[in-house]
């Protein structure tokens, strides 16, 4: 059996003390392969480095839509030299988040328009990049669904994106779909209270959905409230497996060649 994490930050400092144990506990739990998701370009270069130095570790490189105040105008240039880097699978993450808008702690409208075009300007230099380069994007979305998804939908056709992370209903789910782009699921699928998520991985046919850990965040049960980790992974398959009625193989063999298909070298 071969589970990938699709979407990890092992960049972060959660990781500094133990990070070849978590790489051997990964490799026990049949995790395979594990993405390195970037989330600035400093992280990014992190995660770049990472997949340069471990063999089943990959990169993606991007800027978070949360840390759009702190990005230059423009990061089409660095962006583009570092998705030429070997081993980069994807750009991203990247997307739009409108869950901590300014107007949240004291700002006004006007500072939530400023802060929303800027999340918009970043997202559309990174699928310009994606186009030029050849990669698809790891998209982030939180309460900013229709306005991610209409600039997906002018990039159709040329670059595809997963919605990671992804915690919507199943019609959002078949909107995705109706793109050519994908979700992927985390452990907030074992969650009490997530049954949306549940009912969307029902409606989701294999070969449409990958697995992913987010970590250090959104540990699985029976993990939760502590760090997570890539060989959490077995534990969101296990849920897939007796919500789809397979075998834990079939999910690991699925959602890694849809994973492979997806994200360019990482079949390599």
Not at 159 to 183: E, K
Not at 184 to 206: E, P
């Amino acid at each position: 059996m071969a589970l990938y994490d699709t979407h990890a930050h092992l960049d972060y400092p959660d990781y500094q003390v133990d990070f070849e144990a978590v790489l051997q506990r990964a490799e026990s739990a049949g995790v395979r392969k594990i993405i390195s998701i970037g989330t600035d370009l400093e992280s990014s270069r992190r995660a770049v480095a990472l997949a340069a130095k471990y063999s089943n570790i990959y990169a993606a490189v991007g800027w978070h839509p949360s840390y759009a105040d702190a990005a230059p105008d423009d990061i089409r240039a660095e962006l583009r030299a570092l998705a030429r880097e070997p081993r980069v699978v994807a750009i991203g993450e990247t997307g739009m988040d409108y869950s901590r808008l300014p107007s949240g702690s004291g700002g006004s409208a006007e500072e939530d328009q400023r802060y929303k075009a800027k999340q918009a300007r970043i997202f559309e230099q990174q699928l310009e990049v994606a186009v030029e380069v050849g990669l698809n994007c790891v998209i982030h979305q939180r309460e900013a669904f229709e306005d991610v998804m209409e600039r997906m939908r002018g990039a159709a056709g040329k670059v595809r994106g997963v919605f990671h992370c992804f915690v919507n209903d199943p019609a959002s789910q078949a909107a995705v779909q109706a793109i050519g782009s994908l979700v992927s699921f985390t452990g907030i699928a074992t969650f009490k209270n997530a049954q949306t998520i549940r009912d969307t991985i029902v409606s989701t046919s294999l070969g449409q959905f990958m697995l992913e850990t987010d970590c250090p965040y959104l540990a699985p049960v029976p993990y939760r409230g502590k760090r997570c980790e890539p060989a959490y992974v077995r534990e969101i398959g296990e849920l897939v497996a007796k919500l789809k009625g397979c075998s834990i193989d079939e999910v690991g063999e699925a959602t890694s060649r849809t994973a492979e298909e997806f994200f360019p070298g990482l079949a390599l």
